[in-house]
């Protein structure tokens, strides 16, 4: 038996996810690795409804300020490049480079073969395999958890960073148990679940919703219509 990459949806990226083999409709890639127990959502699932394990994020990692710094050179390495690309065409250009590079290492945690080691060249990863993972828990963690400081009769709000990503794949698709809880424990997420087959308005109109909930109305329809489509 082997293990396939289901087509799903990470906010503002195409990505994909490993799951089982078994029991699955149409994929668009493949790729090798050893079976494990499965989990599969009961039916019928609403959309948007989470496929989560039962863990709790690790709030403490073992990583060294060693592996952070290069974890972040990556990031930054990545976020020139991209950057590059994305404002060729000489117009003003806004992006999150960090945000997507943690969005793709969550995909990273389903990817084998080429998929994986493209995505590993293209964020310049300090660090491969479920080390990655604790690494951007780590630096995510930091992150967060940073209070900008104020003078003592400054009454303004503190700055405040929250980085919101999202996985979202197809409902009823048995996605590997060592996928959700590497999910649960590096990024206190899961894989959100909508029915992309046969419901894609649906599905659009739901992550949309999602996306203006986590951006306080800041970012409206980011998917437009007709971007996804049933098969």
């Known amino acids: ?36 127990t499965t989990t599969q959502p009961a039916a019928p699932v609403q959309q948007g409804e989470l496929a989560r394990a039962d863990v709790d994020r690790a709030t403490e990692t073992d990583a060294t300020s060693d592996e ?8 930054a390495q990545f976020a020139f490049e991209l950057f590059r690309l994305l404002a060729a065409d000489g ?14 290492t969550m995909t990273y945690a389903g990817a084998r073969g080429d998929t994986a ?22 630096l995510d963690l930091q992150v967060s958890t940073v209070e900008e400081p104020q003078l003592p009769d400054d009454d303004r709000e503190p700055f405040t960073i929250r980085v919101a990503n999202s996985l979202w794949g197809q409902t009823g698709y048995p996605f590997l148990e060592e996928f959700l809880v590497l999910l649960a424990e590096n990024y206190d997420a899961g894989m959100n679940l909508v029915d992309f087959a046969t419901a894609a308005e649906e599905a659009r109109v739901t992550i949309n919703s999602w996306v203006e909930e986590q951006t306080e109305g800041r970012i409206v329809d980011l998917i437009p219509q007709g971007i996804i489509r049933s098969k």
């Open 1 to 36: 038996m082997k293990n396939l990459l289901v087509p799903t949806l990470l906010v503002a990226l195409f990505a994909t996810a490993c799951g089982d083999s078994s029991d699955t409709g149409d994929t668009t890639t493949t790729a090798a690795g050893q079976p494990t």
């Open 68 to 75: 952070l710094a290069a974890l972040v050179g990556g990031d």
């Open 91 to 104: 117009k003003n250009t806004l992006l999150s480079p960090y945000s997507i590079a943690a969005a793709l």
């Open 117 to 138: 080691s493209q995505i590993e060249q293209a964020l310049h990863f300090a660090a491969t395999g479920d080390r990655i993972h604790t690494l951007r828990n780590e």
